[in-house]
Structure formats: structure tokens, C-alpha cells
């Protein structure tokens, strides 16, 4: 997060190399649900006035279906009263039951999940391979491991298994299969070392305001490794991960090169990000220069906060797209093959609004089921605004128009553009089963945002659930390619991306005017790879592994749930 007399520069070489987008009218229709959903949530930051670094970096969320009613419900992060702030018995991290028709019930405390940590990062996986998918929260302070008991409750298991990481200030986590031996491990993302006994604070035309990160101390970051027994052993060190201290935010894990191995991408605040290249033998070898992803084009270091991966061009390779401070626009690193990266955001349009905001959620989804990714970016200031300066701003959407470029789309995609909030975590799924991906935006100190997709529903689409059995039981780490007629497409199934943030565990494919798929192919993690031909479109299909299709949910009629 630089300072403002950090722009750039930078920011002015990238902006006159952009070139100005054409205009394409996306189908792109959001409406704006909250007031209809039951979601009462209020995001804090627990501030007292003293400006504590924690609060400027608060919170993520999570989709996820937890009772295994084959909705996804939401789990919305939240900061405590910080040292100093009055007492407020309402705050703290909420989950929310979907139980239909756009209707959401607060059960927080029947599910055990009211916890009083402050929370900034967390992610979904089922790391005991029951079944069930587990919730990991990184938080200001220790950390906490919310365990699935199978019946619509958690229980804390934090101690039993060994990963509460200590006092540090958290931001992303992952889970992930390190070695393909089918129990998930874990990744945890620290940010500067910030603790109430190293605060501090900035003058700022002459009023204080919250100190700068680079004020601070980097932070390593840890790994534990899964023993498979419900316990995790720390490895950060003997892999190679704590060699390496940042300023770490948004992360994710994605096979970056191909070979069948999962890596770790991290953006880091003010300082070259990092790519922890998974050798094969348990370590792991820092290679983001090497790789071309450490910083933009032009060579420096950006404020990353938030990262996605996808393959936006349909070439079979994971891209990588960084969202950064103001006056500096967005990162696109193309895969180049062979783990190679270049940044060609400027080339591919994305720019104009997204340069002016401070960024941070992001996603690579297909919102029009086109058959391209778009990119959703949500916006909002850190610092306290100076005269004229505007804190709160709306989300930002790049259409993809299928030849390699970008269109901004943001004013004609319904009530999108209205939504202004100091945002920071974003969530991209199909909360209402009918085939297209809706939006939830966490507002820092404020509601959440809750946007329901009613573009045409003219193109079909497909979603994928993965069982594995000697993978990771919830497929983590694999590899999924769908094939109809010449359009195919890649994802894999990430746990932890975006800003601090966890959606997208069942994999979305839009699939045009396709009626048919020809196949669809899923290496999972452990090297293994399944089949499946001749599958219907305009659901959500669960592939089990060594054994193909088991059931499919959702509908061939357009817009039923």
C-alpha cells in the first residue's frame, strides 16, 4: 500500500501504453439482492481511533456448501474491538445458511462457528477426508481450524492439529496437496510484523493516519504439512518457505507450469511477489523473477492484494491476474509455457476505471457463459481520504470480448456500477443453482454486498463437483479440461484465493451455444486422470474418482434452481 506520493511514474508509462479497449455491449446483468437475503452482517475493524495496521487489510469471506444440502452458503469474516475500542458483542465473523429463494439464516452460533477472532483470510477444505469441508481462518493473533463434524456443526480443533501459527497479523491461506498423496496441507500467508508493541502511526497533512507497510518489518510465511491423523506439521523451514519474509495478501495455489505439481503464488504489499516452485521432493524453490511474475511489466513492484488464476485465453495454460494500489493497473501475467509469464494487461485493455481505485478482490470467471473469463475486480480506499478524494467506489468488470482483450462494462452491467463500498473480499458462485455466477462483495466497516446474475440465459454451461478417494477427498489441486465441439477449457480446483477469500471449489464452465459435451477430463493431484464422455450440459455434474459421473444436480430448463 504506498504511500501517496507513490504513483507513479510507473502508473504513467503503463497508462500511455494502453490502448483504449473496444466497446463491446456484454450481457452482463447484475441485481442488487442484499436487502432481500436476510443478511444482516456488519463487517468491523475494531478500530479505537489509533489506526492499527490490522484494519486496513480486513477481511475476506467464503463460499462454500457446509451442511452438504448441495447449496452454497457464505461465511463472512470480520474484525473484534482492537485494543482500546469499546466492547461490541455483535461483532465477529458470520455464517449464513442458504436455504433458498435468494433466503439466508444466521447460524453462527448453532453451528459453532462464533468464534471472536479477527479474522482476515480464510479457506475451505476437507482436511480430514470425511466428507465434509473444514474452515481455516487467518486471523490477527492465532489462527483457527474449524473442524466439519457432519451434522451442521464445527468444533475449534486449532490445538489437536497444530496450526494456530502464533501472534502475527494473517492475510491469505490455503489448502493444498503438496506431494498428491491425497491429504491436504496447508499454506499461511503472514503480513508485516505488526503487533500492538511495534504500532505506529504516519503524519499526513498534518493529522495522523495509518503507518505505511514498508514502516514494518516483513513477515516469513508458513507451511504445514498433513499427516493424515488430524494433525499438521510445521515445514516452513525444511521446504523452504520461511527463507523468503514479505509482506504477504492474497495467495493461491496452482500448478504454474504443468507439471503436474502444485505451486504457491503470493502477492506482497510494496515488494516483489513470490512463486514457490514445487520441486517434487517436499521443498520448495522461490522463482517468481525467473518466472516473470515477481512484479509488471515495467519491472517494479506493485501493491498486490488480491490474485486469481485461470486460463482467460483458452490456451491450456493457468494466467495470473494481480490487483495493485491506485495509479497502478492491474496484472495479467499470460502463461507463456514452461512456467513462463508475461504481464500484458496494458495490451489487453484493463485499465481506464481500475486504474483510479485501490484494488483488490478479483476473479477469472465466466459471468456471460460465453466461454471466456471476465474479470471482476472489487474497490475501495485504505487510507483516510484527503479533500476530494473519494473512499468508497463500485466494482469494476472487464468483459473478455475472446481475442485476447478486455472490454470495461462496469456502467451497463445492471446495478453494478451503484454499488460503491469500501470493498475488499469478493466471492463468485452460483448461489441460486440456475447456472449463472452471482457476486458477494465484503464492505470494510460496512454491509456485505450481495449480487444476483440475471444476464440472458441464452448460453449453456456446466459446473463440475469433484470426489476424490485416493486424491484430496474434495479434489483440490486437480485439473479439470472440458471438451464440446472446438471450445475447450481448463481450470483446477483451488482452496484459498482471490483477496483473502475462498469460492470456486466446484468449477464453473461456460459453454456458449455448445448443447453437448464431448468429454471431460480430470487429472487430479496424485497423477491420476479420469474420462468421462458424452455429458449434458445446464448442470452441476459430480465426478467421482476411478469411477466417473455418480449423480448430477440442477436443471436443463434455463433458470430453474
Not at 18 to 27: H, I, K, N, R
Not at 248 to 261: H, I, L, T, Y
Not at 324 to 340: D, R, S
Not at 465 to 489: C, E, M, S
Request: overall charge negative; aromatic content about 8%; charged content about 20%.
Amino acid at each position: 500500500m504506498p504511500s501517496r506520493a507513490f504513483v507513479s511514474g510507473v502508473a504513467a508509462v503503463a497508462l500511455m501504453a494502453l490502448p483504449c479497449p473496444v466497446f463491446a455491449a456484454g450481457p452482463i446483468v447484475f441485481r442488487d439482492k442484499t436487502a432481500a437475503t436476510g443478511i444482516d452482517f456488519r463487517h468491523t475493524t475494531g478500530g479505537s481511533g489509533r489506526k492499527y495496521m490490522a484494519e486496513t487489510v480486513a477481511s475476506g469471506l467464503a463460499t462454500f456448501d457446509y451442511d452438504g444440502d448441495g447449496r452454497l452458503d457464505l461465511y463472512l469474516l470480520s474484525g473484534v474491538p482492537l485494543e482500546g475500542a469499546p466492547s461490541d458483542p455483535r461483532a465477529g465473523s458470520r455464517l449464513y445458511r442458504n436455504v433458498g429463494d435468494w433466503q439466508f439464516a444466521d447460524t453462527t452460533v448453532a453451528a459453532g462457528l462464533d468464534q471472536r477472532g479477527y479474522a482476515l483470510g480464510v479457506a475451505v477444505g476437507d482436511y480430514d477426508a470425511d466428507g465434509w469441508p473444514d474452515v481455516y481462518t487467518n486471523d490477527f493473533g492465532p489462527n483457527t481450524l474449524h473442524r466439519n463434524n457432519g451434522d451442521g456443526t464445527f468444533t475449534d480443533v486449532t490445538a489437536a492439529a497444530g496450526v494456530a501459527r502464533g501472534e502475527a497479523l494473517g492475510a491469505g491461506a490455503n489448502f493444498l496437496d503438496i506431494d498428491g498423496d491425497g491429504v491436504l496441507d496447508l499454506f499461511v500467508a503472514n503480513y508485516v510484523d505488526f503487533r500492538y508493541d511495534t504500532h505506529r502511526t504516519s503524519l499526513v497533512a498534518g493529522r495522523p493516519d495509518y503507518a505505511r507497510p514498508r514502516e514494518f518489518a516483513p513477515r516469513a510465511n508458513r507451511l504445514f504439512r498433513g499427516t493424515g491423523q488430524g494433525r499438521f506439521d510445521d515445514v516452513s523451514a525444511a521446504a523452504g518457505i520461511a527463507a523468503h519474509a514479505g509482506a504477504g495478501m492474497g495467495s493461491v495455489c496452482f500448478d504454474a507450469d504443468g507439471d503436474g505439481r502444485t505451486d504457491i503464488f503470493l502477492c506482497n504489499d510494496q515488494r516483489f511477489d513470490f512463486l514457490f516452485h514445487n520441486e517434487g521432493d517436499g521443498s520448495f524453490r522461490e522463482s517468481a523473477l525467473a518466472a516473470g511474475v515477481a512484479c509488471n511489466v515495467l519491472g517494479a513492484p506493485t501493491a498486490s492484494m488480491g490474485v486469481d488464476a485461470g486460463d482467460y485465453d483458452n490456451d491450456g495454460r493457468i494466467d495470473l491476474v494481480v490487483t495493485p494500489y491506485f495509479n497502478e493497473l492491474p496484472v495479467l501475467h499470460h502463461a507463456l509455457g514452461g512456467g513462463q509469464f508475461e504481464d500484458v494487461a496494458a495490451r489487453a485493455g484493463l485499465g481506464v476505471r481500475a486504474v483510479a481505485a485501490v484494488k483488490w478482490g478479483v476473479a477469472l470467471v465466466d459471468l456471460d457463459n460465453d466461454g471466456h473469463r471476465d474479470i471482476v475486480i472489487t474497490c475501495g480506499r485504505i487510507y483516510e481520504p484527503a479533500a476530494g478524494e473519494r473512499s468508497a467506489w463500485p466494482p469494476v468488470l472487464f468483459r473478455n470480448l475472446g481475442n485476447g482483450r478486455f472490454a470495461n462494462v462496469s456502467d451497463q452491467a445492471g446495478d453494478l456500477s451503484a454499488c460503491s463500498g469500501v470493498a475488499r473480499g469478493l466471492a463468485c458462485d452460483d448461489l441460486d443453482g440456475d447456472g449463472r455466477v452471482d457476486l458477494v462483495i465484503l464492505n470494510r466497516d460496512g454491509p456485505a454486498t450481495v449480487l444476483r446474475n440475471e444476464s440472458p440465459a441464452a448460453n449453456h454451461w456446466v459446473g463440475v463437483r469433484l470426489r476424490g478417494k485416493r486424491a484430496a477427498a474434495d479434489g483440490t489441486g486437480a485439473r479439470i479440461t472440458v471438451v464440446a465441439g472446438d471450445l475447450v477449457q481448463v481450470a483446477e480446483v483451488h482452496s484459498g484465493r482471490g483477496y483473502q477469500s475462498h469460492f470456486g471449489a466446484w468449477p464453473h464452465f461456460g459453454l456458449g451455444t455448445h448443447d453437448r459435451i464431448d468429454r471431460i477430463e480430470v487429472r487430479w493431484a496424485g497423477g491420476t486422470t479420469d474420462v468421462v464422455g458424452d455429458v449434458p450440459v445446464d448442470r452441476l455434474v459430480t465426478i467421482v474418482e476411478g469411477t466417473g459421473p455418480t449423480d448430477t444436480a440442477g436443471s436443463t430448463e434455463r433458470g430453474q434452481p
